[in-house]
T-cell receptor
Framework: AQSVTQLGSHVSVSEGALVLLRCNYS??????LFWYVQYPNQGLQLLLK??????LVKGINGFEAEFKKSETSFHLTKPSAHMSDAAEYFC?????????????FGQGTILTVHP | NAGVTQTPKFQVLKTGQSMTLQCAQD?????MSWYRQDPGMGLRLIHY???????DQGEVPNGYNVSRSTTEDFPLRLLSAAPSQTSVYFC???????????FGQGTRLTVV
């Protein structure tokens, strides 16, 4: 069975500082990994995804994540935070064909950006 | 492009009432899912479908019913609403098992 743990339900950074949101997963097969962002009162929007190939994945709005199989991690980073990055972020895992594409989500991390 | 459309956006129900949350997608995706979002718990899968006429249970299916008669529509039925079903409900669709999900804007349901 697949599962996801996001370390830290709230992360606070200053504008211009590094953003690091942590995600660890467990999966019985090679996983497909996703980061989604949710702005207030909106649905979820895909930031980036890892399926196969290059382990460093670049997404929208300057975010990137690195798949580390040995650490079962898929942490999300951004070198310099903007006020507009304030949102809730969700890490998710899919076992692809074996799970019919069903997503298992982490608990979410609320990112606050201070001026 | 409309993408995934959910109606209604807000709903208040009394305990014991039934209702249907509507979900439609115009991307010709085979896979559709319903999730509920509760604070501190992320999103949890209620039911999903891999094509018209095929549905299955997710992690938290009790109290909910689904059917998939067309590729476009995937309604979620609450049979007898309970306060524990107060939540935000999201419908999603995927092109296939290895692709990202596209989400609707959500339905905020309150059961009193």
């Amino acid at each position: 069975a697949q599962s996801v743990t996001q370390l830290g339900s709230h992360v606070s950074v200053s504008e211009g500082a590094l953003v690091l949101l942590r995600c660890n997963y467990s999966s019985s097969v090679p996983p497909y990994l996703f980061w989604y962002v949710q702005y207030p009162n909106q649905g979820l929007q895909l930031l980036l995804k890892y399926t196969t190939g290059a382990t460093l994945v670049k997404g929208i709005n300057g975010f990137e994540a690195e798949f580390k199989k040995s650490e079962t991690s898929f942490h999300l980073t951004k070198p310099s935070a903007h006020m507009s990055d304030a949102a809730e972020y969700f890490c998710a895992v899919s076992e692809g064909g074996t799970s019919y594409g069903k997503l298992t989500f982490g608990q979410g991390t609320i990112l606050t950006v201070h001026p | 492009n409309a993408g995934v459309t959910q109606t209604p956006k807000f709903q208040v129900l009394k305990t014991g009432q039934s209702m249907t949350l509507q979900c439609a997608q115009d991307m010709n995706h085979e896979y559709m899912s319903w999730y509920r979002q509760d604070p501190g718990m992320g999103l949890r899968l209620i039911h999903y479908s891999v094509g018209a006429g095929i549905t299955d249970q997710g992690e938290v299916p009790n109290g909910y019913n689904v059917s998939r008669s067309t590729t476009e529509d995937f309604p979620l039925r609450l049979l007898s609403a309970a306060p524990s079903q107060t939540s935000v409900y999201f419908c999603a669709s995927n092109r296939g098992p290895y692709t990202e999900a596209f989400f609707g804007q959500g339905t905020r349901l309150t059961v009193v």
